[in-house]
Every structure is written in C-alpha cells, then in structure tokens.
C-alpha cells in the first residue's frame, strides 16, 4: 500500500507563492507516476500536473492550460517526496490540491490513479 500525505498549503495573496509537499510512504516502486489535481468549490477535481520516473530517469508530462509558467512540479528521490512550486498564484487558483500516484510509468498524466492523498487547501486573496 502507498501512503500519501500533502502539505504546505495555505493562505496567500495575489501574486504570491506557495510551495506543496507530498510525501510518500508504504511500499517502493522502480517506477512511479505522479501528479496534482485540484478541485475548487462547486467544481470537478481537475489536473494540474504530473511526472514519471523509470530507470533512475524523470519524465515530465503536461501542465494544465492555467498553470503553464506559473507552476511547476519536481521530484526529491531521496525524501521520496513530490513538490509543487506555484508562483505568480491568482484567486482562481484557490481549490483543495491532492497529490496521487499510480505504481507504473505512464504517459496518460491526467488519470488512472491508484493512490490519493487526504488533500491540502491552498486560498489565494485578491
């Protein structure tokens, strides 16, 4: 089983910066697919972004359309925890960000998940 645990949200003003954790736990893979969604009230959980790595190499998939230079995703194979750096954030970015996985690699980003995380609320004010 894999355990899933988001921090690092919060309350930031417009134009400013948070930085998400997911930290990983329970059984290892050789190879890992994850990602961040978010779901803003009244809305459907949608992706944001996401990574692969196999063979000791990172692969990175899409961004979403309104996260693309602002956002970025990365990985810290030795804390076994993926980030999400968000800049320049706006009030529509304000949403509940979950971290997911799912133990292959695997170029479809945006589903198939297998893993979740209890999710992290991050609230942008204008």
Known sequence: QVQLVESGGGLAQAGGSLRLSCAASGRTFSSVTMGW???APGKERGFVAALSWSGGSTYYGNYADSVKGRFTISRD???NTLYLQMNSLKPEDTAVYYCAAKPYYS????????HWGQGT???VSS
């Open 37 to 39: 969604f978010r779901q």
């Open 107 to 114: 170029e479809n980003y945006s589903t198939a998940y297998d």
């Open 121 to 123: 609320q991050v609230t």
């Open 77 to 79: 194979n030795a804390k």
